[in-house]
């Protein structure tokens, strides 16, 4: 199977050269994405693939139902490059719908290290759903919650000293909330935006 990774990679490499002889040639040269995306490790939600980008056009950082810690030191040293070495003007944090990780942080049962990392899923449930045993969650109900913890990441992250200070510096950097949808392949503004504002809380 680790061989048919490899075959198909060179036959990928080979497909872009027959494309545009210059493709790696470009691709190679610095990287300057206008967006920043923090997403769920989900195999089925790749950023540019969802987004319709080229490889090049989006910065990614992903985790296990894109959250937001603020102890999280790979995370926050990706939104540090991200605004002040490649000054992007966006940063969309998009979960989907139907995610594992959502449905395990109310599932009830203990799952070792990843009950700790799914704690503000918790914490949002409890604060807006009056949290409950997982079985007692329809399909829809997780969406909910699924969209309130985006929102939620969103305040988190604007919150930080990187995004803080960004915006105190004039830098023109925005935070999206979007939810992608694994049956219809669609992508959802949440409306929940923070440009270059201390948010409430």
């Known amino acids: 199977m680790i061989e048919d990774l490899l075959r198909r990679n ?3 490499s080979a497909e872009r050269k027959a494309e545009k002889a210059d493709y790696f040639e470009r691709l190679s040269q610095l990287q300057q994405p206008e967006y920043l995306w923090i997403g769920c490790s989900d195999s089925r939600v790749p950023a540019n693939v969802i987004a319709g980008l080229e490889p090049g ?3 990614v950082h992903r985790n296990v139902a894109n959250l937001i810690h603020p102890a999280d030191l790979n995370m ?3 939104v540090e490059f991200a605004v002040h070495q490649l000054r992007v003007k966006h940063i969309i944090i998009c979960g989907h719908y139907g ?6 942080a109310v599932s009830g049962e203990r799952l070792g290290l990843i009950d700790h990392w799914l704690q503000p899923v918790r ?4 604060r807006r759903f009056e949290c409950q045993e997982c079985e007692t969650w329809s399909d829809v109900a997780l969406d909910r919650l699924c969209e309130a913890s985006i929102e939620d990441q969103v ?9 803080q200070a960004a915006w105190a510096a004039g830098k023109e950097v925005s935070v999206h909330g979007w939810a992608y ?3 219809d ?12 504002v201390r948010p409430n809380g």
């Open 155 to 163: 305040q988190r992250l604007a919150r930080t000293p990187t995004l």
């Open 123 to 126: 914490d949002v449930a409890e």
């Open 185 to 196: 392949g669609l992508l959802s503004d949440l409306r929940c935006t923070v440009s270059g």
């Open 10 to 12: 060179r036959a990928w």
């Open 181 to 183: 949808g694994l049956k």
């Open 76 to 78: 926050l040293s990706v």
């Open 57 to 59: 056009e989006v910065f």
């Open 99 to 104: 995610c594992g990780g959502i449905r395990a």
